[in-house]
């Protein structure tokens, strides 16, 4: 059944048991740690470093909510901000002073966060009780738990309302809407089965599911049909990789009718022509070098992809040097051919170039273009590698043009923190992550005339066409 909302406005909250837990390391890196603080290499525990081009905002910490901040959505001058014990809405049509709108208490990990029009949609992948806001965690070996999607009209930003609960096989770990340009929306719900001991996903799991949201009626969403990726199973997964067992996140691009999954251990390209029917056209492998596709960044003309690589899956140390600069990074791909004969050609791969302490979780995360007339220029969340301004217009030779970034959360533990998500929205960088939201705005002559692009609405994963 649903439950009514909880609450509006601030909410108290506990962090859920979804989160990752501080690590001890050892004495001889916590000594590296320090030495590295003491001679300058690494900024200083919460130290603020950036480039000269780099300007920082502001900073709203975290305020009820205190599970993990994860993804974000933009809307008119507010964003919407996940967080693993539900979400907040900010008011950000000052950059430099945003305003907490209201806070939903509402837990389920990852509460990965979409709008669209007076409809806000979470994921919810751990193991909950019921549906509603006041369910509670089970262990994920309880076969009555509910995980899925869960919907919320926001058309009065200071009292969402819970109006919907899907549903779906494995949960949902990330979504992505897909609108059809009629009286529907879809979402692709990317989910995979993390144990094959777990009662509710039950391999073969080797697709996504499509969720049907009829706009006028959003309370009648329902699970339109299961769509089959990978017939012959997927990459079956060796001693150095993952096997796939569904996908991580889909990026579409609807003007363009393509989307790119980033599946475990593939990288797809699909034609979503039919939205209710994404159909598989390419599929990539990275066995030497990828551990688990995570994401997928689009550039502007549609003709090149970035997947990314979550190494360590988000909680480990991978941005130091004995990890080295082609693991736990993007791969940037081309695209090639026209119709059902496309594919997807590897060019290099990008990761930071300023290495991180062993105390830090590290790997590249959610980001978004900057978009810019000539160049492809991306900003990505790397964790506690902070946030970085890259470019890709020559795919061979990636270079970073800007970055910020904090010291440490701990200069004796490898602790999760840091920036889960950076996008660039209507002039300005916002970042989620566990210091809560950082604004950030880029001065270069290379990102010139960004500012002037100007968005409605904002979806990473449901990539628009920036410029005309």
Same mark, same amino acid.
């Given at each position: ?34 030495? %590295?603080?003491?001679?300058? +290499?690494?900024? #200083? ?27 974000? %959505?933009?809307? #008119? ?30 837990? #389920? ?34 076969? +009555? ?118 599946? !475990? ?50 909680? %480990? %140390? ?9 693991? #736990? ?125 100007? !968005? ?13």
């Amino acid at each position: 059944m649903l439950a009514a909302l909880l609450s509006t406005g601030v909410a108290t909250a506990t962090p859920t048991p979804d989160e990752p837990t501080p690590a001890e390391v050892s004495s001889e890196d916590r000594a590296t740690v320090r030495e %590295a603080i003491a001679d300058g +290499e690494i900024p #200083g525990v919460n130290e603020i470093v950036h480039t000269d081009n780099i300007r920082h905002l502001a900073n709203v910490p975290k305020a009820g909510l205190r599970g993990s901040n994860s993804d974000i %959505a933009f809307q #008119g001058h507010y964003a919407f901000a996940g967080n693993y014990d539900g979400f907040t809405v900010y008011d950000i049509r000052r950059p430099n002073k945003p305003k907490i709108v209201s806070e939903v208490f509402c837990p #389920g990990s990852q509460n990965d966060i979409s709008v669209y029009e007076d409809l806000l949609f979470l994921s919810v992948d751990s193991s909950r009780s019921d549906d509603s806001c006041s369910s509670t965690g089970l262990p994920a070996t309880e076969k +009555e738990a509910w995980e899925g999607m869960r919907i919320f009209d926001i058309s009065d930003l200071r009292a969402p309302r819970y109006i919907a609960a899907v549903e779906t096989a494995c949960g949902s770990h990330t979504h992505t809407l897909v609108p059809d340009g009629k009286k529907n929306l879809y979402i692709y719900v990317s989910s995979y089965f993390p144990h094959a001991s777990y009662p509710d996903c039950q391999p073969p799991h080797d697709g996504i599911s499509v969720v049907k949201v009829p706009l006028k009626a959003p309370e009648k969403a329902h699970v339109s049909s299961f769509e089959v990726l990978f017939p012959d199973g997927g990459f079956p997964g060796d001693p150095t990789g993952t096997a796939t067992s569904g996908c991580h996140d889909i990026t579409v691009y609807p003007e363009r009718k393509l989307a790119a999954g980033a599946c !475990m251990g593939d990288g797809i390209l699909m034609d979503i022509s039919k939205p209710a029917k994404p159909k598989v056209v390419d599929r990539v492998q990275d066995v030497e070098h990828f551990a688990f596709w995570h994401s997928a960044t689009f550039s502007e003309d549609g003709s090149k992809v970035i997947f990314t690589d979550e190494l360590g899956g988000g909680g %480990a %140390a991978t941005c130091n040097a004995a990890t080295g600069d082609k693991y #736990g990074a993007n791969g940037i791909y081309h695209i090639k051919g026209k119709g059902a004969k496309r594919s997807l050609e590897f060019q290099s791969y990008y990761k930071i170039p300023r290495h991180q302490a062993d105390t830090e979780n590290c790997v590249a995360h959610n980001g978004s273009l900057i978009p810019v007339k000539g160049r492809d220029i991306m900003v990505q969340g790397w964790y506690q590698g902070g946030v970085s301004v890259w470019e890709f217009t020559d795919s061979g030779n990636p270079h970073e043009i800007a970055f910020f970034d904090r010291g440490p959360a701990s200069a004796d533990r490898l602790t999760f923190g840091g920036s889960w998500s950076a996008y660039y929205y209507n002039g300005h960088i916002y970042s989620n992550g566990q210091n809560g939201l950082d604004v950030l705005r880029i001065d270069d002559r290379r990102t010139d005339g960004a500012e002037r692009v100007r !968005m409605k609405e904002l979806n990473a994963q449901t990539q628009p066409r920036y410029l005309r």
